[in-house]
């Protein structure tokens, strides 16, 4: 079953401590997104990636790091520079770089910080 | 970072009506799609839009690329209970990232 596949459903971070988020798909497709949604909001864009070892910051990058060392991962790091942490985190990924035709999502993870 | 405007943003309605909703931007684009997201999971594709003036449906899903590229329209016809949930709509121009609208929420009444 082809899809993106998120890890963990649930996350818990104390202040002032590193989290990393997963995402893997494999669905082939070269470039991959990290979003964060807040309640009633849309959703934006906080990394993008259109290509392996490569990345660029989105919207919302501040307080977070990403790596891209293989075409199949893309993780989120949320480091303890991110002031308001807790949120719904979504990643997804398309076939072409970012002029891509569709875009589709992982399951999400929901962040909090206790 | 650009959003699109969505309306209505929230509608509730009887099992069995139709739902009509859009979306509209002050830039055109090139494809607008449509995704539905239930609560605590990711958003599920519905119907992507590459042309001008395109209508495309997905079963009770009805969906069409404005003609002037700034507007989609999504209509579900005979709606039932688990078309319960947010609907989202995002635009693409080549060379740039998605946009996405801030969703219209969706309840139906039995």
């Known amino acids: 079953d082809g899809g993106i596949t998120q890890s963990p459903k649930y996350l818990f971070r104390k202040e002032g401590q590193n989290v990393t988020l997963s995402c893997e798909q494999n669905?082939?497709?070269?470039?991959m997104y990290w979003y964060r949604q807040d309640p009633g909001q849309g959703l934006r864009l906080i990394y993008y990636?259109?290509?392996?070892?490569?990345?660029q910051k989105g919207d919302i990058a501040e307080g977070y790091s990403v790596s891209r060392e293989k075409k199949e991962s893309f993780p989120l790091t949320v480091t303890s520079a991110q002031k308001n942490p807790t949120a719904f985190y979504l990643c997804?990924?398309?076939?072409?770089?970012?002029?891509?035709?569709?875009?589709?999502f992982g399951p999400g993870t929901r962040l909090t910080v206790l | 970072g650009q959003q699109l405007n969505q309306s209505p943003q929230s509608m509730f309605i009887q099992e069995g009506e139709d739902v009509s909703m859009n979306c509209t931007s002050s830039?055109?684009?090139?494809?607008w799609l449509w995704y539905k997201q239930d609560p605590g999971e990711g958003p599920v594709l519905l119907i992507a839009l590459y042309k001008a003036g395109e209508l495309t449906s997905n079963g009770r899903l009805t969906a069409q690329f404005g003609i002037t590229r700034k507007d989609s329209f999504l209509n579900i016809s005979a709606s039932i209970p688990s078309d319960v949930g947010i609907y989202f709509c995002a635009g693409l121009n080549y060379g740039q990232n998605f946009v996405f609208g801030p969703g219209t929420r969706l309840s139906v009444l039995p």
């Open positions: 997804a990924s398309s076939g072409r770089r970012v002029s891509t035709d569709t875009q589709y």
């Open positions: 990636s259109q290509i392996v070892n490569d990345f």
């Open positions: 669905l082939n497709h070269d470039a």
């Open positions: 830039s055109i684009f090139n494809t």
